[in-house]
Nanobody, 118 residues
Framework: VQLVESGGGLVQPGGSLRLSCAASGFTFSSYAMSWHRQAPGKERELVAAIASAGGRTNYADSVKGRFTISRENAKNTVYLQMNSLKPEDTAVYYC????????????WGQGTQVTVSS
């Protein structure tokens, strides 16, 4: 299993970023995909998730209305569009996958750093 995140960077408050996660080593279209983040000194938290077919999504309350998760099963890629970014969104962002009721893959990718600062 390989999960490679990209698209992070430094952005001013109110700005936007689009993260991508390229997945390989498993049947992408059979797994729900999710984005997580970990800020310095904090636990990793679930940010957004999308069902295997892409029809159902859910979001952490802190990002609802600002972030959108999507996926392209033909490209084995999941995206996170982040708008109206806030300094508290600063974190390393990771993607992962799971089947319903099952744990995420144990091997997380390297993540991509998102820094929101003026």
């Amino acid at each position: 299993v390989q999960l490679v995140e990209s698209g992070g960077g430094l952005v001013q408050p109110g700005g936007s970023l689009r993260l991508s996660c390229a997945a390989s080593g498993f049947t992408f279209s059979s797994y729900a995909m999710s984005w997580h983040r970990q800020a310095p000194g904090k636990e990793r938290e679930l940010v957004a998730a999308i069902a295997s077919a892409g029809g159902r999504t859910n979001y952490a309350d802190s990002v609802k209305g600002r972030f959108t998760i999507s996926r392209e099963n033909a490209k084995n890629t999941v995206y996170l569009q982040m708008n109206s970014l806030k300094p508290e969104d600063t974190a390393v962002y990771y993607c992962n996958a799971n089947r319903p009721g099952r744990a995420y893959f144990a091997d997380w990718g390297q993540g991509t750093q998102v820094t929101v600062s003026s």
